[in-house]
T-cell receptor, first 113, second 113 residues
Framework: DVKVTQSSRYLVKRTGEKVFLECVQDMDHENMFWYRQDPGLGLRLIYFSYDVKMKEKGDIPEGYSVSREKKERFSLILESASTNQTSMYLC????????????FGQGTRLTVV | AQSVTQLGSHVSVSEGALVLLRCNYSSSVPPYLFWYVQYPNQGLQLLLKYTTGATLVKGINGFEAEFKKSETSFHLTKPSAHMSDAAEYFCAVSARGNTPLVFGKGTRLSVIA
C-alpha cells in the first residue's frame, strides 16, 4: 500500500512564526502536492512538484513556499504564520501520467493563534 | 481549465435508502473523474475513478458512478445507505496529461437511523 505520512496531525503555532509541514511518501511517486481544506471551500491547491527541486504554484500560493530536496519528501513552509492560515493541510502524491489518482496523507490541522 | 460542481453541500438519507451525490464537471478535453471519501479527521481515500472505457464504474463499499458525457455528470450512487457511509465526499477532475486534481467543494452525507 502507498503510504503518505505527514509529520504532525495537530499543530498550534503563534502568529509570525515560521512553520514547516513535512510530508513523506514511500512509493517512489514522481508527483507531490499540498492542498488546503476549509469548510465550504473544498480542497484548494497550494503548490505541487513533478520532480526533485521542481515546484509549481497552485491556486493559492501566497504566504507559502515549498521545498523538495529528495524525491520522497515535500515540505510546505509558512514564512510568517497568520491566523487566516489556520486550516487543514493535506499532502498527496501520485505516480504521474494520465489519469492516475492521488494518494493522501492523514492531514495536519494547523491552528495559528 | 477544469472545474467541478457538487450540488448540495449536505445530503441526509435514512439507513437503507438510496444514496445519490451529484457531480458536474467542466473540461475542455475528455476528463478523468474521481470520487474520494473523507471520514472525520482523516485524509481522503479513493472510492472510484473513470478514465476510459465502461462508463459505469464500480468502487469500494458498494458505491458506483456513471460518466455521462452529454450531461457532463459523474454522479455517485449506492443502493442502500449504511451508517458507516456518513462522511464527506469529494468529486475531482483532471485533464489528460500530468495535471493536479481539481476538487469540488464536497458533500457531507448524513445517514439517519
Amino acid at each position: 500500500d502507498v503510504k503518505v505520512t505527514q509529520s504532525s496531525r495537530y499543530l498550534v503555532k503563534r502568529t509570525g512564526e515560521k512553520v514547516f509541514l513535512e510530508c513523506v511518501q514511500d512509493m517512489d511517486h514522481e508527483n507531490m502536492f499540498w492542498y488546503r481544506q476549509d469548510p465550504g471551500l473544498g480542497l484548494r491547491l497550494i503548490y505541487f512538484s513533478y520532480d526533485v527541486k521542481m515546484k509549481e504554484k497552485g491556486d493559492i500560493p501566497e504566504g507559502y513556499s515549498v521545498s523538495r530536496e529528495k524525491k520522497e519528501r515535500f515540505s510546505l513552509i509558512l514564512e510568517s504564520a497568520s491566523t487566516n492560515q489556520t486550516s487543514m493541510y493535506l499532502c498527496a502524491s501520485s505516480p504521474g501520467g494520465w489519469g492516475t489518482e492521488a494518494f493522501f496523507g492523514q492531514g495536519t490541522r494547523l491552528t495559528v493563534v | 481549465a477544469q472545474s467541478v460542481t457538487q450540488l448540495g453541500s449536505h445530503v441526509s438519507v435514512s439507513e437503507g435508502a438510496l444514496v445519490l451525490l451529484r457531480c458536474n464537471y467542466s473540461s475542455s478535453v475528455p476528463p478523468y473523474l474521481f470520487w474520494y471519501v473523507q471520514y472525520p479527521n482523516q485524509g481522503l481515500q479513493l472510492l472510484l475513478k473513470y478514465t476510459t472505457g465502461a462508463t459505469l464504474v464500480k468502487g469500494i463499499n458498494g458505491f458506483e458512478a456513471e460518466f455521462k458525457k452529454s450531461e457532463t455528470s459523474f454522479h455517485l450512487t449506492k443502493p442502500s445507505a449504511h451508517m458507516s457511509d456518513a462522511a464527506e465526499y469529494f468529486c475531482a477532475v483532471s485533464a489528460r496529461g500530468n495535471t493536479p486534481l481539481v476538487f469540488g467543494k464536497g458533500t457531507r452525507l448524513s445517514v439517519i437511523a
